[in-house]
């Protein structure tokens, strides 16, 4: 064995040396380089702060009567906030909007994830269900309220079904999508290793899917709170989206700003806890963070 | 004994196109502790046929032999390792290796001794309980040559196991291969495009032709063993060598003409 000796580097001189630029192109204009992090939070506080008080000069800015009641301020909202909180049960609604996406979206997801799953691993489930899957999907959920409306009445079985339909049609071809990446060699190298077909398929094909199901859940989970309002919006007793209609009626611009916030917040809830919930059961996976 | 006999194997798929003839009558028999290795252009079918061997692909015509039995499905006795690693990314690398005696039931010290016994000898020492993603290339693959090996099979197919790997981790995988062949004396079928690693590891090489698929020589690697980075500036290496690149070479070039005929 032969060994070349490592050529030996000369030190470049220290006032030779070119110095390492580290200008504002170089930092924050190069494709995909990572930032400081102080610059990070710096941005992202930031963009909070912009967005506030552009909407506060704004508000500022309409001098009419009339449009002042249509662009409340920030403060005025969080105000207004605190009173349908204090004086007009508001949390009663919430309850209720929460309660009816959970019972929805859970209802969808327990069919949706298991037929998904069959779908993407089982070729003739596959081409059974797949055709009438994909043509409802293109059928919006909404559409379906007045039909349901008159199929169901407008008790909760009719919200609950908005929901389904919302979640479960998108959401099963999204599964089936995601078992259908499986690498082939994954279970190929399992059944080298002794593995019977089921235990392919509940100790391998299973758990390489879970962690993009429930990625899954997470982005069709966004989806149901649409649906959930647009139902509540057509016809509902209480709700945050018969919450917002009311407070149309009453000219109410910043009620219906505060339970449009509200709900936003409420999704920020459901993603973190889904993040939570993505960090905690599978550790193994690298995610670029968001 | 742990022998392997692949008789007259033949392969044709349908395509729209009509009827494509991927391997050709293709017998070779792997003794027991033989190192064998394939070589051949891309597309010749050589992968297809180690498929065939592990009991993944159904031949269209033959079958495969273990120990002179007829085997139908793949099973614990010809452990396989793919170029992609394919490591379960959800066990750490010691479940991984145990993945195989898990399934088996084996006793739970046992599984231990066995992963713990691979880890060392595959140089894992450290990452015992580190996830596949914290594994460099290299790494992985010894993850999954253990794997394979925890089993215990009769068999070991290979397909192209370091192709994915850059020349120096590649050169030390191989050498690492070899011992672990010397101790182990597994039968061994090893797929490659490779041909110094065919000769550098190989007992026997089988040099494949392109579409159809045969075996159009077979050469015996009479390089004395232990084999060291010393072998591959040997003047037999070379000459070997430049017999295979040869042969290849003609076939490559008979690949290119045909597809162009065809197009």
């Known amino acids: 064995m032969s060994r070349v000796p490592a050529a030996r580097v000369a030190p470049v001189p220290s006032a030779a040396r070119p110095r390492r630029r580290r200008g504002f192109t170089r930092t924050y204009l190069t494709p995909k380089q990572a930032i400081p992090r102080r610059a990070r939070v710096i941005l992202a506080v930031g963009s909070f702060v912009f967005v506030v008080g552009v909407w506060t000069l704004l508000a500022a800015l309409v001098q009419n009567p009339l449009s002042a009641l249509f662009v409340p301020s920030p403060y005025q909202v969080v105000l207004t906030w605190w009173d349908m909180m204090v004086n007009l049960a508001f949390y009663n609604d919430v309850g209720w909007s929460t309660f009816r996406i959970l019972a929805g979206f859970l209802l969808a997801a327990v069919v949706a994830v298991p037929l998904g799953l069959l779908m993407g691993s089982f070729e003739a489930v596959r081409s059974f269900f797949n055709p009438p899957i994909n043509a409802i999907r293109y059928m919006p959920a909404s559409a379906f309220i007045p039909l349901l409306i008159l199929l169901q009445g407008l008790g909760e079985d009719e919200k609950i079904t908005i929901i389904w339909i919302g979640v479960f049609f998108q959401l099963v071809l999204m599964v089936m999508d995601i078992a259908h990446r499986v690498p082939d060699e994954m279970l190929n190298v399992a059944y080298t290793l002794g593995a019977s077909r089921w235990t392919v398929f509940y100790k391998v094909f299973l758990p390489a899917t879970f962690p993009e199901v429930v990625d899954a859940l997470r982005i069709t989970m966004g989806w149901a709170w649409t649906y959930l309002i647009v139902a509540e919006l057509v016809a509902a007793e209480h709700g945050i989206g018969s919450f917002i209609l009311i407070a149309e009626r009453y000219l109410r611009a910043d009620r219906i700003i505060a339970a449009i916030i509200t709900i936003g917040i409420l999704g920020l809830i459901t993603d973190t806890l889904f993040a939570v919930i993505h960090r905690l059961a599978f550790p193994y996976v690298q995610k670029v963070r968001a | 004994m742990s022998e392997i006999q692949i008789a007259d194997v033949a392969m044709r798929f349908r395509t729209r196109r009509g009827e494509v003839r991927a391997l050709e009558r293709i017998s070779l028999t792997v003794p027991d502790g033989q190192f064998a290795c394939i070589v051949g252009p891309s597309g010749c079918g050589k992968s ?29 006795d010809r452990g396989m390792v793919f170029q992609s690693y394919s490591l379960f990314p959800w066990l750490s690398v010691r479940r991984n290796i145990e993945f195989g005696p898990e399934i088996k039931k084996a006793p739970p010290p046992d599984r231990r001794k066995t992963s713990s016994e691979l880890i060392r000898l595959m140089r894992l ?28 099979p009769e068999v070991l197919l290979m397909d192209e196991p370091f192709g994915a790997l850059d020349a120096q981790t590649r050169q030390i995988m191989q050498e690492l291969l070899t011992d672990i062949w010397q101790r182990y004396r597994k ?72 597809e162009l005929v065809r197009a």
């Open chain 2, 48 to 76: 297809t046929l180690l498929m065939i061997a592990a009991g993944l692909v159904t031949p269209t015509e033959g079958e495969v032999l273990l120990n002179g039995k007829v085997t139908l499905e793949p099973g614990a």
């Open chain 2, 125 to 152: 020492d450290g990452f015992a309980d580190a996830y596949p993603s914290a594994l460099s290339g290299g790494m992985k693959q010894r993850a999954a040559i253990a794997r394979a090996l925890a089993n215990d």
């Open chain 2, 187 to 258: 039968t061994v079928l090893f797929v490659t495009h490779d041909i110094e690693e065919a000769i550098f590891l190989g007992d026997v090489i089988y040099v494949m032709t392109s579409r159809p698929g045969r075996i159009r020589t077979t050469l015996k690697v009479d390089i004395p063993r232990p084999r060291t980075f010393d072998t591959l500036t040997g003047p037999r290496f070379t000459e070997l060598r430049n017999q295979v690149v040869g042969i290849i070479h003609e076939e490559s070039l008979k690949a290119v003409e045909s």
